[in-house]
C-alpha cells in the first residue's frame, strides 16, 4: 500500500479497540520504513545530502516503535493522535525528497 493512502486511511478511520489500531500502526511503521528508506538510498546514489532527512525518519520511527511498546498506558485517542501526526511528518519527508 501507499504510504500516502495509509496515512489518509488510518486519519479517517475509527479504532474500536487497541488491536485494530495497532495493526495499522504496524502497517505504517512498514510503510514508512520501506518508501522514505528507498528514497533516502534513491537520493544518496545522486550525491544528494539527506543526513538531517534520516536522523527525522528515525525519530519518526523511533516515537512510532515506542508507542507500540508502551501501547498499555495509552490510550487509543492518544495513539491515534501520535500516529496521526507522525504519519503526516513522514508524508512531508518522502515528498521533500521526491523534490530534491
Known sequence: ???E?????IRKKK???????????????????NQIKSEVSRAKKAN????????????ILYSLKKIKENKQDQSIR???FVVDKRGLEALEL??????S
Open 1 to 3: 500500500m501507499e504510504l
Open 5 to 9: 493512502k495509509l496515512v489518509s486511511q
Open 15 to 33: 479504532y474500536g479497540s487497541k488491536k485494530e489500531l495497532i495493526k495499522d500502526l504496524n502497517l505504517l511503521i512498514t510503510e514508512i520504513h
Open 48 to 59: 544528494k545530502n539527506v543526513n538531517e532527512m534520516e536522523k527525522e525518519i528515525e525519530k
Open 78 to 80: 492518544n495513539i491515534k
Open 94 to 99: 518522502l515528498k521533500k525528497l521526491k523534490s
